[in-house]
Structure formats: structure tokens, C-alpha cells
């Protein structure tokens, strides 16, 4: 197992995970949403994609025993186990510089799309586009005449969430700094959060 | 008005609309799912998005009186009618040939996503992805627990959506040509739609 990694608060973090290895992801702190995405390492034009894994698994969560699939529809995570509470959201745009514009925020505000370019840059590469994001412990309930809204997570402390590798792929994570919606927990700031890679 | 223009059973159909302009989509036979897309005439990389409409309607399914926007999250296209019943999706791909692959069928099958590359070729374009489509008339009802299905659709021969650009776009249809999951109907074999362009 690896040492503990950090995503630092309202920053991302990009890995390299070889196919087989499980991806642990911890929210530290219980509250933090953490958008997440895969691309395969050898063609980072191949990506986890929200909208093909939806029409595989005939869900809107992914749950454990779930596997994702790629804009290819190859599988690239399995779901392995969810201490969470196994609220998730696969529905929503990683934040980005327009979001805050829009929410009435003056001037640059740290946005999870910003962190996915960064953090890929952080090792070498360059994400080819921005795919929607597995949100990992954020919480959309979708109600049954469709609509949907923002709500604060369900996770606690220290639960976490194993996903394991089908293919050797570049996972990054962005601790979403969404500060204006109740999304990371009302009345709580963004937090870091952590994760491990097991072989 | 102009004409009325023919989406042929199986193939896809590009078009350029000005700003202010709506097109009327008309599901001709009555249950043909219809995926569309839509482009900002100036710079192709700035396309409908339905993970950024989403968030911003605050509903899986929009209605009349919602505002799809871009992935800069810019208002593009607005549900002004709507006789269809009201059931769409926006939350499965375009099918493809993977898609195809992965239900057994053998050789090349015609799919939406190679159907949106060629109509935009028609018209000496490039979509420089495939953006997860708006799926017109597509049944994908979502239960409480977060199951999805695919059903046949609700809409009836001659039911139309009209649509209002919001900025000088490239529309982009496909009459879906899943014949494999009742999506386009239980028994149907997937037929050709028309729209109409009104200033």
C-alpha cells in the first residue's frame, strides 16, 4: 500500500494507478466532495464517462459491484467497497471559473476544472477536455418529478470509498472548492482529503 | 419557415441557425428518439452540455421554459413548445459501435455518434467530439432507488419540440437507430423525422 496521499483543500491531485491496483479514497473530514476522473494512460482521449456507464449500469449511482466504463465503454474502475453511505453524483459539471461568475462571485475563484489541468500538469500531461466528473460523496437527490437540488453530504469522517483499476490509468481528484452552495457540508469550508493505492 | 427538412430513418442531419431562430423537431411516425446536439457557430468547442444544463435548470428532464447552456455555461437553446408528452433524456450517450458490440450484434451497425461526425461533415464542419446528446422523445424513466430503464417513447406521430437559439449555433440530429432495445418504439424499426426552421 502507499503512503497516504493528500489532495490539499480546494486543490486537485493526478496519479498514475497500474490496472489491478485499488484506488482508496478517503473523506478525512466526512463533508468534502471530491470530483474524480480516470483517463486511460495510454490515450488520454479514452475517459471514464458519467453518460456511457450510466447506459451499462442502469443506474444514476454507481454502487459497489459497479463497474465504470470509458467514452469506449471499456471498463476502467469497479466500485470494490463504500463505507460512505453510498451517496454519489454522476449528473453534475465539475465547477469551473463560469459557475462562480454565475453564483456572483467577483473575480478567479479556485474551480475543480482549473484543478484537473493543473494536477494533470503536475505529472507531465494534459487532460484533452474536461469529461463530467464521477462526484464522489456529493449528494443530488433526484426527485421523482425529475428535479434535482444541491444538498450537503451524507458522508462521515474517515469513510471511504475502493475503487479498483481495470486498466493502467491516470486517476485525478479535485477537493471541490465550492464555498457558496451547502455542497461540502453547510457551514463548512472545503477540507483536503486523502488517498491510498493498493496492490 | 423554411422547408420541411427530412432527418433520414437511421442518419443524421446538421443545419446552421441564427440566433432568435427556433427549430421545430417533429417526431413524424411518432416514436423515433431523436438525439441532438448543438454547437456555437463561432467556435465548435463550445457545445450544449448536459451535465452544465443540469445544473443550472435543477432537473434531469427539461420542459418548456428551460435554458440549456453550453459547457461555459451560456444560454443556448430554449424549450419554447413542447406536444410531446414531455419525456426526454439527457442523461444516457449516443449510441455507437461499441454500443452495438456490447448487444451482440456483428459488424458495423449505423449509430448516432457516426452520424453526428457525417451530417457535420455535410456541411463542411467538424465536431470536435461527441458531446453527450439531448435525447429527444427518449424514455429513460428513473426510479426512487435510482434504477434507469430504457422504454419505448410516450410521444405520438406528429408531436414536435420547438426549440429557440440563444446564439448563431450548428443544430445537429440523429434519428437513433437502435433497433436492438425497444427504445424507438416496442416492434418499430427506427423511421426518418423532420424540423423546421422558423424566423
Redesign the interface.
Known sequence: MSDLITIPARRGKAYRVAKGETIKVINTHGDQVIDTWAFNADDLHEFM????S???I????PAVGDTMRT????PILTFVEDTSGGVHDT???AC?K??YS?LGHEGYHDNCEDNLHAAMHDIGLEAP??P?PLNLFMNIP?Q?D????FEAPVSTPGCYVRLKAEMDLIIAFSACPQDILPINGVGHMPTEAHFTIES
Open positions: 464517462s458519467m453518460e456511457h450510466r447506459a451499462h442502469l443506474k444514476i449511482v467514452n469506449k465503454r471499456r449528473i453534475i459539471a469551473d463560469h459557475r454565475f477536455e474536461t463530467s433526484v421523482p425529475r428535479s434535482l437540488s
